[in-house]
């Protein structure tokens, strides 16, 4: 399809020939802007400027003809057809597509076009070059000023162009023009000056537009034309683009009949003269050569001033611009300001015109002028319902208050020069505080924006103004945030400690207004004094996240004294030690039962004498952990891993508390494990009377009857479940719970059955202390402390689902403090001197569905062929072959994308890094991944990229200096993931920044696996390592492990580092691995 946009088209289009001509005019006066065309919609966009600017569109069809076109101007759901907008767009879109040669017709000339240009446009240094000689004439139209240019032609001598319109007609179409026996233009032998070419295309732009606007005249008996015999006529935007052009050379021109043969713009300010003088008691101010002054557009880029074409400076011409409006195109003689407009005239505007041109100031006026240095004066008061301010403006012994409508305080004839700049200065900040004008002062209401203007307007006005303030005004000022005393004290005689706070500004019975402001999120809390106190700029915050922690009512705050439990001392003390905003005053035995539970392992309590020499250090610290909580009242939860032994430690305690005990403990187990804690007690503490509550009800009862010589009762949580009225009239030294996962819900008769147990004290042992939700954290608690993490309905509404439905980060680090002293959890890497050094891990994955599908596919189609390949030609010459058939197969398990280039489906081993990386890096871990195919490297690279996880990547192609730069960052701690070909990197690098080694794909070799993990694992080493191998079930991948397995002892002796495994399989071995007979 060929676009493109004739004449007639445009023609058709508009609704009536005003609109195709003002449209064609609008074009030509560059009033489309922001033109765009979209080639795939056949689409034209564009802003055009009428009386504002408008939105216009045009559609064009499959066959190139315009199917839509819409305007945002008023006047265009009026028209049938096209507006003078629409009109402005289609030309500019004819000449863009005639410029950017886009239809696939001018596409298909692109040769001649070369051509054509190359003879015609270019400059030929073997051309003549014409002269062009420009007149621009003025003269008196019907209704305004018209003007035009004319052209002179030649070489030695110059001929007037007569015609115009056939001029630049013969130029338009490559003609060759005679203008006398001696001159005839020869596009082929002649050439413009590049000044002379930008005035020769802009009159052809002016042709072709005249051009299609004459097309109609036929229907619109239009009689008008921009080119008419030998000139050209001009529009004002027209003028200076013609004038832009030709500024820079000398040429005719013809004003109001009057010629002036050989001008140069002068591209200088006009030299105006003002004269001001007095006219009764207003100033009259004259422009003297007004008269003379002729613009030459509308704009006033332009003007004709004694024999001078004159292009002011954009300044003279900003300044100019309003007198030029009245002097100028009203031709008024003078303006005349009135006596209130005496003062801003001089100090505004005449400081404007002197920059523009002279001004002479009668001695009459200039006698009465006065100059001085502005002082401000501002004068602030309190009224009953707000404030007040009143402005003085000092010039020497002249007050003006800007306030007052007429000021009396200065002669009528005295005219004082104001800085008005440092003036607006005052009142736009009082504008900006948003005060009403009243009489003779600025008055402001409201509380808020009083607030505002005290906390942020009245410094900048201190800043450019003296400010007085009278008694009353300074009782509501904005108050110096002083800082919370506070002070914390144990009593020994209770299970309490003592807390009390107080503020120099703020009395203790207005702490619950401002405790509601800051909730209301207030910017402020006015004090009964009428002072403001900035929420933001005091501890307010803290002490209301402190008193939410505390659980206090607005009761409590009457109080002096304050009596809260011990177990909150901890989070208190953190509290105030982190925000460092108040005074605190503690004790010392507040500070001693602080560093106590924080410090347990610096308690001085010995381990039993039986379990000296059985308990590990970490066991130790955990007997005293029990043993400093248990001092103090407290209850906790042993949450060590798994193999830890919690039991022991647990026992421990006991034993150590048995004789200062006049009531045996109570462990609650699950049925399984209730025996173990007898037979753990039997092993270790012989001596420690145990009593099982198991058996039939009768049994129990009687075991029940008998325990007050015991020193410890165990029973499972079933059977507490039955019995628990049995336990109801005994307290029991302590209570332990063992698997407290058991009383997750906090509803459950579990649950219930624990919590009606009365004790001294309550532990609680469990690996898993949240496994679901934090209400299961919340049950353990309620448990071993209650009221400690509040009731359950405020725990929900506060901690819980601002957690889980909210991702709150600082309400899951305030639970995490909350809970840490009372919370031990050791787990491998804490204790790894105690512990395997390296753990391996088989992760078994099985292949997608589509992953499965090529698997087969390519293991059936290589059977075959291995298989006549091992009878026609043996084993060892098929060994290359079978090589690269197990390679083919082992890369489909890591991915089919390896093998297969277009391959659109997943891979079981990338979802499942994936699901390892994010558990891996949420746990801290930091990670080596080794595989032998850098191509699977790339994609992993990809997925990190996606995840936003930062990664080093090692392969073979890494510079020595780049691969060493690399180690050095991962040790120091960048980055989490480290990249690596195992063929490039598993030797000689140190990465034991590392804890965790994933293999994504087997090796032949365990001992070059065993090298890539020993990256991690080696000297220097600090951390556990995990080793993490890929294993896809049912395919080569784990038959290669199983035979590793089989053969480790074998391949460690006889097979040494890089050698493949493959040089020592059998043929056996080799079909098995096909699944061959």
């Not at 993931?977 to 034991?992: D, M, Q």
């Amino acid at each position: 399809m060929s676009l493109s946009i004739s004449d007639v088209m445009i023609r058709n289009a508009a609704s009536n020939s005003t609109s195709l001509i003002r449209g064609i005019g609008y074009y030509l006066d560059k009033r489309v802007q922001k033109f765009t065309f979209d080639e795939d919609t056949m689409t034209a966009h564009a802003i055009v400027i009428g009386e504002k600017p408008y939105k216009v569109e045009v559609v064009f069809d499959k066959n190139g003809n315009m199917s839509y076109w819409d305007c945002s101007c008023p006047a265009f759901m009026n028209y049938d057809g096209a507006c003078k907008h629409i009109v402005a767009l289609m030309k500019m879109m004819q000449k863009e597509l005639q410029s950017q040669r886009i239809s696939l017709k001018q596409q298909k000339n692109n040769t001649h076009q070369i051509f054509t240009y190359f003879e015609e446009f270019l400059e030929d240094p073997g051309k003549a070059e014409v002269n062009l000689r420009v007149t621009f004439e003025l003269e008196h139209g019907y209704k305004e000023m018209l003007s035009s240019i004319e052209l002179k032609i030649g070489s030695s001598r110059l001929y007037v162009v007569r015609s115009l319109k056939d001029f630049l007609e013969d130029l338009d179409q490559g003609n060759s023009i005679e203008f006398g026996k001696s001159f005839i233009y020869d596009p082929r032998k002649h050439k413009f000056s590049s000044v002379d070419r930008q005035l020769i295309d802009l009159l052809l732009e002016i042709y072709e537009n005249d051009k299609t606007a004459g097309s109609i005249s036929y229907h619109s008996n239009r009689q008008d034309s921009l080119l008419k015999g030998k000139k050209a006529y001009l529009s004002s935007p027209l003028v200076k683009r013609v004038l832009d052009i030709i500024k820079n050379r000398n040429f005719s021109i013809r004003i109001l009949g009057k010629e002036y043969p050989d001008i140069c713009i002068a591209q200088k300010d006009i030299p105006f003269h003002f004269e001001l003088k007095p006219k009764d008691e207003s100033l009259q101010l004259q422009l003297n050569l007004i008269d003379q002054l002729i613009p030459l557009n509308k704009q006033g880029d332009y003007f004709f001033y004694d024999g001078v074409l004159y292009s002011p400076t954009e300044k003279q011409k900003k300044y100019f611009l309003p007198f030029y409006h009245i002097l100028v195109k009203e031709k008024q003689k003078n303006i005349t300001f009135s006596r209130g407009e005496k003062e801003r005239f001089v100090s505004e505007i005449l400081p404007k015109i002197q920059n523009i041109g002279k001004i002479s100031i009668s001695a009459e006026v200039a006698k009465h002028i006065h100059r001085e240095e502005l002082t401000t004066k501002i004068f602030l008061d309190k009224i009953e319902d707000g404030i007040s301010i009143k402005i003085e403006f000092h010039y020497g012994e002249e007050i003006i208050n800007p306030f007052s409508v007429k000021d009396l305080s200065i002669p009528s004839n005295k005219i004082v020069v104001r800085n008005m700049a440092e003036e607006k200065k005052v009142l736009s900040i009082l504008e900006k505080a948003e005060f009403k004008v009243s009489i003779d002062k600025a008055i402001l209401k409201d509380e808020e924006r009083i607030f505002e203007f005290l906390k942020n307007n009245l410094i900048e006005l201190q800043e450019i103004a003296e400010v007085y303030y009278s008694d009353q005004f300074k009782n509501i000022a904005i108050k110096e945030a002083a800082r919370f005393s506070v002070s914390v004290r144990l009593n020994d005689q209770s299970s309490m400690f003592e807390f009390s706070f107080e503020h120099d500004e703020i009395p203790l019975e207005e702490l619950t207004g401002l405790l509601e402001a800051y909730k209301e999120r207030k910017k402020y809390y006015r004090l009964r004094s009428g002072a403001f106190l900035p929420i933001e700029y005091t501890d307010i915050g803290h002490l209301s996240n402190l008193i939410e922690y505390l659980d206090l009512t607005e009761k409590d705050f009457s109080k002096k004294l304050i009596e809260l439990p011990k177990y909150r001392a901890l989070y208190l003390d953190d509290i105030l030690r982190e925000t460092q905003l108040f005074n605190v005053e503690r004790s010392q035995n507040f500070k001693q039962l602080v560093q106590n539970i924080k410090e347990p392992k610096d308690m001085d309590y010995s381990v039993p004498g039986p379990l000296k020499t059985v308990l590990r250090d970490y066991q130790k610290i955990g007997f005293k952990w029990l043993k400093t909580l248990a001092r103090y009242g407290m209850g906790g939860i042993l949450a060590d891993d798994m193999g830890l032994g919690k039991t022991l430690q647990v026992l421990a305690f006991l034993y150590s508390e048995r004789e200062a005990a006049s009531n045996p403990s109570l462990v609650v187990a699950p049925t399984s494990l209730i025996y173990n804690w007898q037979d753990e007690a039997a092993k270790f503490l012989p001596d420690l009377k145990t009593v099982v509550i198991s058996g039939m009800p009768k049994e129990r009862y009687e075991l029940m009857e008998d325990i007050h010589g015991a020193d410890l009762v165990i029973t499972s949580y079933p059977l507490l479940r039955r019995d628990v009225e049995l336990y109801k009239d005994t307290t029991f030294a302590y209570c332990i719970i063992d698997e407290a996962q058991h009383i997750k819900n906090p509803n459950s008769i579990n649950a219930r059955s624990v919590k009606e147990i009365k004790a001294g004290g309550y532990f609680a042992l469990t690996g898993t202390p949240v496994e679901n939700s934090l209400t299961e954290l919340w049950s353990i608690f309620d448990f071993i402390m209650p009221g400690y993490l509040y009731n359950h309905s405020k725990f929900i509404k506060k901690i819980e689902r601002p957690i889980a439905k909210g991702d709150d980060k600082t309400v899951l680090r305030q639970l995490t403090k909350q809970i840490r002293p009372f919370v031990l959890r050791r787990i491998k890497k804490d204790v790894l001197k105690e512990l395997p050094e390296k753990i391996e891990s088989k992760m078994m994955t099985e292949l997608t569905a589509e992953q499965k599908k090529v698997y087969l596919a390519y293991l059936h189609e290589v059977q075959g062929e291995i298989r006549d390949d091992l009878l026609t030609q043996g084993f060892d010459k098929s060994r290359l072959k079978i090589l690269a058939a197990l390679t083919r197969l082992r890369q489909i398990c890591c991915h089919p994308l390896l093998f297969i280039e277009n391959y659109k489906g997943e891979s079981c081993k990338l979802q499942l890094l994936e699901e390892i990386l994010e558990d891996a890096l949420a746990g801290g871990h930091r990670i080596l991944l080794f595989s032998q195919f850098t191509s699977m490297l790339e994609i992993i690279k990809t997925l990190l990229r996606d995840k936003n996880i930062d990664f080093y990547y090692l392969d073979g192609a890494v510079k020595p200096d780049e691969r060493r730069n690399m180690v050095q960052a991962f040790q120091q701690g960048a980055k989490d993931v480290f990249l690596i070909s195992l063929k490039a990197g598993g030797t000689g690098l140190n990465l034991t920044g590392a804890d965790m080694v994933i293999h994504f794909d087997p090796w032949w070799n365990p001992a070059v696996e065993e090298q890539a993990e020993d990256r991690a694992y080696r000297i220097g080493q600090k951390n556990i390592v995990q080793v993490l191998k890929f294993i896809t079930k049912g395919t080569i991948e784990e038959k290669i492990f199983e035979l590793q397995q089989r053969k480790k002892g074998l391949i460690d002796a006889v097979i040494q580092p890089g050698e493949t495994m493959l040089s020592a399989l059998s043929e056996k071995e080799i079909r098995s691995l096909f699944d061959i007979e």
